[in-house]
């Protein structure tokens, strides 16, 4: 079986919301409310979900860039959040991230050579020189850049070759685990694809577990084993990527998924729609958090939250009809999704 590298456990960030000469907390964000998943060695679990709904401050939280407000992580069996900031700094050499904007990430009066580097030296695994440079020309040929490309900077590079260097800063610590933050959606599509191979290929090689966090849903099930999909703060459903997407059972997963173009002009694909506008994060809803906006939603919904449960095959759902025979969304006409023209 293979190891389990991370599990995060009731997962929850909340920042407060701060008014009058005082400044005193009158309310809160739930930027994050409860979540909970595992990441095996060599795995990735997608992330997905609409703008504002949480993904990044999971990722953050995780690695402790922004402090959690409850929870437990544990990574190789350890609890983090429990550690003190030297245990942290040890740590990190074991989790890194890639962020979202290949540009602001670097910086720009830095070369490519000093960008890697500096973990190495900071962590002291090699002392400054020929060591270092040795390992950065390793690193970046790694990571499909050339060694000329060591002494040049930034803005020297397209937004494809500076997602390149984000990746090799990222694995200068030979870490186990990464937090990838949208790293193509600022890309173009060709690029996107070279990237992904990449991320993919390391993985192979050096058995790297991934949190991706996206919202495309069509890079999501190309480089994913799994997917979450998060709405409002919370994971609504959970499961292995074929499954979801043969079976989506929440109505906010079947909507998601109805949206993705499908490349064949011969098919008529019906998309479920959604009305409304997002709750907001400080006044969220009671009962099921997405029954302002669901076409099924019961009375159920608006004064009871659903359990976040396993309905079989590792398939989690937070739907109070979700192990039924008869859900009532399924009343849809399905047949008008893949009708021909």
């Not at 709904?53 to 860039?65: A, D």
């Not at 979450?228 to 997963?253: F, Q, R, W």
């Not at 192990?323 to 047949?335: G, L």
């Amino acid at each position: 079986m293979p190891k389990q590298l991370l599990e995060v456990r009731n997962l929850k960030k909340y920042f407060p919301v701060k008014s009058g000469f005082l400044k005193k907390t009158t309310s809160f964000v739930k930027a994050v409310d409860n979540i909970s998943f595992k990441i095996d060695k060599g795995e990735t679990l997608g992330l997905v979900g609409e703008s504002g709904c949480g993904k990044t401050t999971v990722g953050r939280s995780i690695l402790r860039l922004i402090e959690p407000t409850s929870g437990e992580v544990f990574f190789n069996d350890e609890s983090i959040l429990i550690k003190n900031k030297q245990a942290m700094r040890s740590l990190r050499r074991d989790m890194q991230i890639i962020f979202q904007d290949p540009y602001s990430s670097l910086n720009p009066r830095m070369t490519v050579s000093e960008i890697v580097g500096e973990a190495l030296v900071a962590h002291k695994l090699y002392k400054k020189g020929k060591e270092v440079k040795d390992k950065v020309a390793e690193i970046v040929e790694i990571c499909g850049l050339a060694r000329y490309h060591m002494n040049r900077y930034p803005h020297q590079f397209s937004g494809g070759q500076r997602q390149r260097i984000g990746i090799a800063r990222a694995l200068a610590l030979n870490p186990t685990f990464i937090v990838a933050d949208e790293p193509v959606s600022a890309l173009d599509v060709s690029i996107q694809s070279q990237i992904l191979n990449l991320m993919m290929d390391l993985q192979e090689s050096m058995g790297l577990g991934y949190l991706f966090i996206s919202h495309d849903l069509s890079v999501v099930k190309h480089i994913s084993h799994k997917i979450g999909v998060m709405y409002l703060g919370s994971l609504v459903e959970l499961a292995d990527k074929n499954e979801l997407y043969n079976n989506p059972i929440h109505p906010y997963t079947r909507a998601l998924l109805s949206v993705i173009p499908i490349p064949d002009p011969t098919i008529k694909k019906k998309s479920i729609q959604i009305s409304g506008e997002i709750p907001s994060n400080v006044n969220v809803p009671k009962g099921c958090k997405f029954h302002t906006r669901c076409p099924m939603a019961k009375e159920i919904c608006r004064t009871k939250t659903p359990e976040f449960k396993d309905i079989g095959n590792n398939h989690f759902v937070a739907c109070h009809f979700a192990s039924q025979n008869q859900c009532p969304w399924q009343q849809m006409n399905d047949e008008e999704n893949n009708k021909p023209v």
